[in-house]
C-alpha cells in the first residue's frame, strides 16, 4: 500500500482507509476551509452566545462571563486529545472509530450510540433557536397569534423549527459538496458578523470592565452562595462548545485529512473562544442598564441589547447573520449525526445497517439517515408544544450525553497511555500531530474536565431542571440511563453477534492496524 508523500488525493490507499477495513465510499472532495467551517458551524458561536446568553446571565449576572474561558480550557484539553486521534484515525464517526480502537467494541458502541442520540437531540434543540430571533427581525414570522397566547410562543418554533430541519434534510441528502458549500459560505458570514458584532458593541462601551466582576448578589440564599450561582450560569458556556470534532468525524471526505482535520479542530475551538468571549464581555460592557430584568429573559437576552445599543435597522442585520449561523449550525449537527449512524451502520452496528449505510450513486451521501434523522428530529420537536419543561431537561442531558461519550475516548486513552499502548508508534514515515510528553498531563486533564462538567450538568438543580415530579430533577440520571441500558441490553443481546464490517463496504485488501481490535463480541 502506497503512503508516500506525493500520493494523489483521489485513490483510496493514499488516506488509509482500507488499514482500517473500509473502502472509499464517500467523497472525498472537503478542503481546508471547509473542515474547519464545519467544527465552527457546530460550536456556532452566534447561535450559542446568542441563545444562551439570558440563561447565563439570568443565574450569574455580568460575571458569568468568566465561565466563557473556564470551559474553554477544559474543552481544550478535550480538542487537543482528539487531534491526537484525528491524525491518526481519519475515518467516519469520530469517536465511536477512536474509541473502538482505544477500548473496544463494546465501549465504542456506546460512545457512537450516545453521540447519536445527543445530536439528534441537539438538532431539534438548536432549530429553536429561530424562534428567539426571526420573529425579532419581522413580526410576520411570528405565525401563530401574537406570543402572546399561551402556546403561541412554542407552536410558532415547532413551525419554524420543522421547516429548518426540512432544508437541512434534503441538502444533507443531495451531497456533502453542496453541503460543504453552504456550511462555509454561512459560516464565512457568521465569522465576519462576529467581528462585525465585537467592533460595534466595543465602540458603544457603556460599562467599565469592573462589572465583569458584578455578581449582582445572585448567590444570595444559596447553600454554596455565588459559587452555586456561577455553576448554574456556566451551563450556558457547557452548552456551547462542543461539538468540534464534527471536522474529524468528516475526515473520509476530506483532502489530506491526517493533517486537515487535527489543525480544524484546534483553529475551531480556538476561534470560537476568542470571538464568542469578545461579543459576551462587550455585550455585557455595552448594556444601557445592566439591571435591566429583559437582559435576563428568554425573549431577551444578547438579542436585546444588541437592539437597544445598534439600534432597529443595524440590529436586525445582525439577527439576520444570527439566523445564518443558526441555519449552518443545524445543517453541520444534521452532518455529524449523520456521518455517526453511516459509520456504525457501515459496521452492522445499528439494525437495518444494510440500509442505512447504503450510499446514493448519485450523490454519493448516505440518504436514508439524512432523511431519519430529520424525521426523528422533528418528532422531538413536537414535544416543545405543550410540554416544554421536558423538552428543556432533555436538551440539557443531550449535552451530558455530548460529555459522556468524549469520556468514553479520552479514559480510555489515558488507559492506553498509562499501559504503554498510546501513542501508537509511527512507522510510516510521515510526522503527523502529537502531544508528545505533554500528552499525558492533557488527558487526565480532559478527563478529569470531562468528569466533572458532566456531573455538574446532571446535578438535579430546580433551576435547570424545574420543580416538577421528581423524575423531571433526576431525568440526567434517569434518561441517560434509559437510553445506555436500552442500547447496551440491544446491543449484547443482538448487535453484537452481526457486528462487521458490511461485504460492500469493506476494502479488497486489509492492513491490520494492530490498535484494532480483531474481535466485535
Known amino acids: 500500500m502506497s503512503r508516500t508523500e506525493n500520493s494523489t488525493d483521489t485513490g483510496e490507499s493514499e488516506h488509509g482507509l482500507s488499514e482500517f477495513g473500509y473502502n472509499q465510499s464517500l467523497e472525498r472532495s472537503i478542503g481546508k476551509f471547509a473542515s474547519f467551517a464545519a467544527g465552527v458551524s457546530y460550536i456556532s458561536i452566534l447561535t450559542g452566545t446568542f441563545q444562551l446568553f439570558y440563561f447565563g446571565f439570568s443565574f450569574g449576572g455580568p460575571a458569568y462571563w468568566w465561565s466563557w ?17 484525528a491524525a491518526r484515525y481519519p475515518v467516519a464517526g469520530s469517536v465511536y472509530n477512536w474509541s473502538k480502537r482505544l477500548a473496544g467494541p463494546t465501549t465504542s458502541w456506546m460512545a457512537g450510540w450516545m453521540m447519536l442520540i445527543a445530536s439528534i ?4 434543540a438548536t432549530a429553536l433557536a429561530y424562534q428567539i430571533t426571526l420573529p425579532q ?15 403561541d410562543f412554542a407552536v410558532n418554533a415547532v413551525i419554524l423549527g420543522t421547516v429548518l430541519i426540512a432544508f437541512t434534510t434534503v441538502i444533507n441528502a443531495l451531497g456533502v459538496k453542496l453541503m460543504a458549500r453552504i456550511n462555509s459560505t454561512g459560516v464565512f ?6 467581528v462585525v458584532i465585537v467592533v460595534l458593541l466595543a465602540i458603544n462601551i457603556n460599562n467599565p470592565p469592573t462589572v465583569l466582576f458584578d455578581t449582582q448578589d445572585k448567590g444570595a440564599g444559596m447553600s454554596l452562595g455565588y459559587f452555586g450561582a456561577f455553576l448554574i450560569a456556566a451551563l450556558a458556556s457547557a452548552y456551547v462548545m462542543y461539538g468540534f470534532d464534527t ?9 489530506d485529512p491526517r493533517r486537515t482535520a487535527p489543525r480544524a479542530i484546534l483553529r475551531a475551538i480556538v476561534a470560537s473562544f476568542v470571538l464568542g468571549g469578545l461579543i459576551l464581555m462587550f455585550g455585557i460592557l455595552a448594556a444601557p442598564d445592566l439591571a435591566d430584568p429583559r437582559i435576563g429573559e428568554k425573549d431577551g437576552g444578547l438579542q436585546y441589547i444588541v437592539l ?55 450523490h454519493k451521501t448516505p440518504i436514508v439517515p439524512a432523511v431519519l434523522i430529520g424525521a426523528v428530529a422533528v418528532l422531538i420537536l413536537v414535544v416543545n408544544i405543550r410540554t416544554p419543561e421536558i423538552f428543556t431537561a432533555v436538551t440539557s442531558v443531550a449535552i451530558i450525553m455530548v460529555y459522556l461519550a468524549y469520556l468514553l475516548v479520552t479514559l480510555p486513552m489515558l488507559i492506553s497511555r498509562l ?54 430533577r433526576w431525568i440526567a440520571f434517569v434518561f441517560v440511563g434509559i437510553v445506555a441500558l436500552a442500547g447496551l441490553l440491544w446491543y449484547r443481546l443482538r448487535g453484537r453477534h452481526h457486528v462487521g464490517v458490511l461485504p460492500e463496504h469493506m476494502a479488497e485488501a486489509l492492513a491490520v492496524d494492530p490498535t484494532v481490535p480483531r474481535e466485535h463480541t
Not at 414570522?141 to 406570543?147: A, F, R, S
Not at 471536522?247 to 483532502?255: I, N, Q, R, Y
Not at 455529524?336 to 448519485?362: E, Q, S, V
Request: charged share 15%.
Open 69 to 85: 474561558p473556564m470551559v474553554f480550557a477544559g474543552q481544550l484539553m478535550v480538542a487537543l486529545s482528539f487531534a491526537e486521534l
Open 121 to 124: 437531540v441537539s438538532i431539534s
Open 137 to 151: 427581525i419581522w413580526s410576520g414570522l411570528q405565525l401563530v397569534g401574537d406570543g402572546s397566547g399561551e402556546y
Open 189 to 194: 458570514i457568521e465569522l465576519i458578523a462576529a
Open 247 to 255: 471536522a474529524a468525524s468528516l475526515g473520509e471526505e476530506t483532502v
Open 308 to 362: 437597544l445599543v445598534l439600534g432597529g435597522t443595524l440590529g436586525k442585520v445582525v439577527l439576520v447573520c444570527i439566523a445564518i449561523a443558526i441555519t449552518v449550525c443545524v445543517l453541520a449537527v444534521h452532518t455529524a449525526a449523520i456521518r455517526m449512524m453511516f459509520a456504525m451502520a457501515r459496521d452492522n452496528a445499528l439494525p437495518a445497517g444494510a440500509t442505512l449505510a447504503k450510499i446514493d450513486p448519485r
Open 419 to 472: 499501559r504503554g499502548r498510546w501513542p501508537v508508534p509511527d512507522t510510516s514515515g510521515r510526522r503527523y500531530f502529537s502531544l508528545g510528553r505533554w500528552g499525558l498531563p492533557v488527558n487526565v486533564l480532559a478527563v478529569l474536565w470531562g468528569s466533572l462538567m458532566a456531573l455538574n450538568l446532571a446535578w438535579p438543580r430546580s433551576e435547570v431542571y424545574g420543580d416538577g415530579p421528581w423524575y423531571l
